[in-house]
């Protein structure tokens, strides 16, 4: 990794609930496409341009966010990613074990195109990408990968948000960068638009105790009625080439009101043997040999209407599934089988009760996979709505 000066100064991590970037909607005056914008550095390869400013170059006409400026990151066949990254002020680093929440808009454009290395013709770089957050640790020379977007393929912006914990240290310098979508064989020439990043806000970790304390971040899934997002607090954990899951209702003809607040989650598993999957790392990590309770409302839609990728016609992914509940080490790891539910047949809410006790180790993070009925000679297309879960130390 290419850091040069930057970052020539000594680790000195402080506890602050609230880090605010400099210019979170990458401000400029005077538009020259491969200059960076105030208090950003190109932390990419030396061998590549830093990336643009935008609107106005590589054919990029999308209107900011937030301001009047953002960023194109890209993503190139030989490997190599845009990244940019910022050195955090001196009283507010981030620090290991804690828990941060943040909200960044992200788009993609299907015009921008690049000069080819001779400088003779233009190349589309067109493909979407992901992008990528991580923690840098300039004392340690140390980097950790903290979070990963879905892949952004739509032109409009939406605002993605991030929970995550640095695990191994603290960091002094955060970066953000383009990551191969991975829909093809391998890399591809692809962008990302990146615009208004939000404060970096320290959540909380309460001393949990038997039956007073729910370990699970947003667990009523609330969000905005969307197709293929993931809600605040949660990750897709799914293959980046499937969708990730939604949030439900108003999507594929689901229409079940929530059992608790506006909405929920509904995941899938298909006929090409791919499932949906969600995750978060909890408040508190689950201890080996304690006993834990999760307590979830559950249902099937009846008409889950969505296109097959097998055969390319539009089917209904009704057949009654599984919820799956996987405890990890890492982010999306599926560790330890946790619990499991019967096949879910009911149209409307019902609630189902697990009592659990990790056998093979403490876990960080807790995973919700959607499963395929095993009695079955091949993978079924199914549905399975979530909503109003709770993970709690069990009571004595």
Not at 352 to 363: C, L, M, R
Request: glycine share 6%.
């Amino acid at each position: 990794m290419l850091l040069g000066n930057l970052f020539l100064l000594t680790l000195n991590i402080h506890a602050q609930d609230t880090i605010f970037l400099q210019n979170p909607s990458f401000e400029i005056s005077t538009v020259n496409c491969n200059e960076m914008p105030h208090a950003w550095e190109h932390c990419g390869s030396s061998t590549e341009l830093p990336p643009s400013i935008q609107p106005g170059c590589l054919g990029v006409s999308q209107a900011a966010f937030d301001g009047e400026r953002y960023m194109s990151l890209v993503t190139r066949k030989n490997e190599n990613i845009d990244r940019i990254c910022q050195v955090l002020p001196e009283d507010s680093r981030l620090q290991k074990d804690s828990l941060y929440t943040m909200r960044v808009y992200l788009a993609h454009s299907r015009d921008l195109r690049m000069a080819g290395s001779d400088q003779k013709w233009k190349k589309w770089y067109n493909e979407p990408a992901a992008l990528r957050i991580a923690g840098y640790n300039s004392a340690a020379n140390a980097v950790e990968l903290l979070a990963v977007s879905p892949v952004i393929d739509h032109e409009d912006w939406i605002g993605y948000d991030f929970t995550f914990s640095p695990e191994h240290r603290g960091y002094d310098v955060i970066l953000f960068e383009a990551y191969f979508s991975w829909y093809g064989s391998g890399a591809a020439n692809g962008n990302l638009l990146i615009d208004s990043i939000s404060p970096i806000i320290k959540i909380s970790m309460t001393e949990f105790t038997a039956g007073k304390n729910n370990m699970l971040f947003n667990p009523s899934f609330e969000g905005k009625q969307q197709c293929c997002i993931v809600p605040k607090g949660w990750v897709n954990c799914g293959l980046a080439i499937e969708s990730p899951p939604d949030i439900q209702p108003g999507s594929f003809g689901v229409r079940l009101p929530a059992t608790d607040g506006k909405t929920y989650l509904g995941m899938v598993a298909r006929d090409n043997n791919s499932v949906e999957m969600v995750g978060q790392r909890l408040k508190a990590p689950l201890v080996h040999g304690t006993s834990y309770v999760v307590e979830v409302s559950l249902a099937r839609a009846e008409n889950f209407l969505s296109f097959s990728r097998m055969t390319g016609d539009e089917v209904y992914y009704s057949e009654p599934i599984k919820l799956q509940i996987w405890g990890g080490k890492k982010a999306c790891e599926k560790s330890e089988l946790l619990a499991e539910s019967p096949l879910i047949t009911n149209s409307t809410w019902e609630r189902y009760k697990f009592s659990f006790k990790p056998e093979n180790g403490d876990y960080k993070y807790l995973m919700l996979m959607a499963s395929y009925n095993e009695n079955k000679s091949h993978p079924q297309n199914g549905n399975i709505l979530i909503d109003k879960i709770s993970l709690e130390v069990a009571p004595n």
